[in-house]
């Protein structure tokens, strides 16, 4: 009697067998991997099993896919497990984390920007004038918005590595700006997003990094008051964050950032 190994258990093995290689030093980080045909005969699967195993790899960042070129090496080791732990982190570290990155995204984007990539800051800064959150959809937009604004500074920062860095963490960083509306921490406003703007775009790496600090300072502040949410604390709920509870100071930001839309350089 013949047994069928699910395809999925043989993806899995499949997939354990290259990571298995990769960390054993067979495929050096650059070096492009055997073609789908030559791995499906050594592992002895179908090359769709392989394609399988190739796509875990790829999410783990062990491996990237070349369109027209082929499969290499990006990583010696998984990072998923890296990338857990970031996810389990406190809010605090989380924010610590991304101060950091903002700071020196901003110091680097105020010295080599393109004008092109001024105009992309301040187009994202414009989307973020859009009032308080009052459904789970706006929730959602205000997340993307924000991080999108973040990331087009790190992109003006012309460093791949940074800009690397921001991308593998991208979920992670949105997860902490939905957990803050959720725990009812408040984000960063407006005038302090159009105060680094207006820093890059005098071209002060100095008024840049003051900028970001004070843009994080008020919510770090609020993080070291809140006892539910460090470290030793249980964990908050990984998902679509509600709708934060009304808070006069988001109610009314629309009417406090009137004829702040335009920011100038110098």
């Not at 992309?120 to 973020?128: D, P, S, V």
């Not at 843009?215 to 609020?222: I, N, S």
């Amino acid at each position: 009697m013949t047994h069928t190994i699910p395809r999925q258990l043989l993806s899995d093995r499949a997939a354990r067998a290259l990571r298995e290689h990769i960390t054993g030093g067979r495929w050096r980080i650059g070096q492009r991997l055997p073609v789908e045909a030559e791995l499906a005969t050594e592992l002895q699967v179908s090359r769709g099993t392989v394609r399988e195993a190739v796509r875990a790899l790829v999410t783990n960042g062990m491996l990237e896919v070349r369109q027209g070129s082929g499969t290499y090496v990006r990583a010696r080791f998984d990072v998923a497990p890296s990338l857990d732990a970031i996810r389990r982190a406190s809010l605090r570290d989380q924010y610590e984390v991304r101060c950091a990155l903002d700071v020196e995204a901003a110091r680097l984007a105020a010295v080599r920007h393109a004008p092109a990539h001024l105009e992309t800051i301040r187009k994202r800064l414009l989307a973020l004038d859009c009032g308080a959150p009052t459904s789970e959809a706006d929730v959602r937009l205000l997340v993307e918005r924000d991080y999108a604004f973040h990331a087009a500074i790190v992109d003006a920062s012309q460093n791949r590595v940074l800009i690397e860095t921001y991308r593998i963490l991208s979920a992670h960083i949105e997860q902490s700006i939905a957990e803050t509306l959720s725990v009812g921490l408040r984000e960063p406003d407006y005038a302090s997003h159009a105060a680094v703007v207006q820093a890059i775009a005098a071209r002060d790496p100095e008024w840049a990094e003051r900028a970001v600090r004070a843009m994080f300072a008020p919510t770090l502040a609020e993080l070291d008051a809140r006892t539910d949410l460090r470290a030793d604390a249980a964990p908050a709920p990984r998902g679509v964050p509600a709708v934060p509870q009304s808070d006069p100071s988001r109610a009314d930001q629309s009417a406090r950032r009137s004829g702040r839309n335009t920011v100038t350089s110098s």
